[in-house]
T-cell receptor, first 110, second 118 residues
Framework: SQQGEEDPQALSIQEGENATMNCSYKTSINNLQWYRQNSGRGLVHLILIRSNEREKHSGRLRVTLDTSKKSSSLLITASRAADTASYFC??????????FGKGTRLHILP | GAGVSQSPSNKVTEKGKDVELRCDPI?????LYWYRQSLGQGLEFLIY????????KSGLPSDRFSAERTGGSVSTLTIQRTQQEDSAVYLC????????????????FGPGTRLTVL
């Protein structure tokens, strides 16, 4: 699998439910970032979690990081139609590269 | 500036032509990145700049691709003799600072340039 690989590739849930996306990586990292992309254009930064952190919150977003498993999860609580987008994780590796995954396409059903 | 801007927003060209894509980063951001995103795919790193220098050119797909940045601000990505497989959205991002090579600060993305090679 690739560095910064998200799963699932696609996710459809009902509005109001929680959405969980996962990201796995292979090499050592300085931090891991989650981004959102609407309509295949520019990405918007959501949250950054450093390698010495285990959990971070931002509004309805909760990100966890498990460096022993080389994985991260993004939880969106009480989903809304506006959350429909693609979500990408990006790893900032210790050999100074930024690597994006292929993303999870999230669709919130009304 | 208010954000990262890119121009043109859309570019349609014929196979074999050269194209230039422009990126205006956020004022004061020292690091600038170029990515390519094919339809439904993730981001493919192309190149990044720290100031005017490009420490890492490893992501450029071929010698038809080149990029420059002058004055520590605007960057131009040039694709020579375009091929149909070059069709993609080209995204630019900037960040306030970067570590030795690839950076780990929050990146702010532009809206992208959609390139179509006929």
């Amino acid at each position: 699998s690739q560095q910064g690989e998200e799963d699932p590739q696609a996710l459809s849930i009902q509005e109001g439910e929680n959405a969980t996306m996962n990201c796995s990586y292979k090499t050592s990292i300085n931090n891991l970032q989650w981004y959102r992309q609407n309509s295949g254009r520019g990405l918007v930064h959501l949250i950054l979690i450093r390698s010495n952190e285990r959990e971070k919150h931002s509004g309805r977003l909760r990100v966890t990081l498990d460096t022993s498993k080389k994985s991260s999860s993004l939880l969106i609580t009480a989903s809304r139609a506006a959350d429909t987008a693609s979500y990408f994780c990006a790893t900032a590796t210790t050999d100074d590269k930024i690597i994006f995954g292929k993303g999870t396409r999230l669709h919130i059903l009304p | 500036g208010a954000g990262v801007s890119q121009s043109p927003s859309n570019k349609v060209t014929e196979k074999g032509k050269d194209v230039e894509l422009r990126c205006d980063p956020i004022s004061g951001h020292t690091a600038l990145y170029w990515y390519r995103q094919s339809l439904g795919q993730g981001l493919e790193f192309l190149i990044y700049f720290q100031g005017n220098s490009a420490p890492d050119k490893s992501g450029l797909p071929s010698d038809r691709f080149s990029a420059e940045r002058t004055g520590g601000s605007v960057s131009t990505l040039t694709i020579q003799r375009t091929q149909q497989e070059d069709s993609a959205v080209y995204l630019c991002a900037s960040s306030f600072w970067t570590t030795k090579r690839g950076g780990s600060d929050t990146q702010y993305f532009g809206p992208g340039t959609r390139l179509t090679v006929l």
